[in-house]
């Protein structure tokens, strides 16, 4: 089976798919100087972007582990999160606290999707 990747850098992909399988690197915000809802919002933007992209979208989620800087943005996150998600497919999610490579960062993701 071929693996194509997409937006290829020394370090990473930020899209590689894989036997009908999208994968996604850790997505963040454009802007590190909004708030915790702000930077959820760009980050599920850019997923939409990249999925799309690789020919799929946030109706094919298969899992999210998303990483806050601090629990504490939990509900917040959440709130913009459900409103996003699809009524009916959300995916498996699991949320952890984690220290971000840059202190402005408050949230990350990473998203695994099918393909049609």
């Known amino acids: 089976m071929s693996i194509q990747r997409l937006h290829t850098e020394s370090r990473y992909s930020e899209i590689v798919i894989h036997n009908g399988t999208v994968y996604l690197a850790g ?50 996150m959440n709130a913009v999160w459900d409103a996003w998600v699809m009524p009916g497919r959300a995916p498996a999610r699991a949320c952890v606290e984690a220290a971000l490579y840059d202190p402005r960062v408050l949230v990350e993701m990473s998203v695994v999707a099918a393909l049609p």
């Open 27 to 76: 997505q963040l915000a454009d802007d590190y100087a909004g708030d915790i809802q702000r930077q959820t919002r760009e980050t599920l933007a850019s997923v939409e972007r990249l999925l799309a992209e690789a020919g799929s979208d946030k109706s094919r989620l298969l899992s999210v582990t998303i990483y806050l800087k601090d629990m504490a943005d939990y509900a917040a």
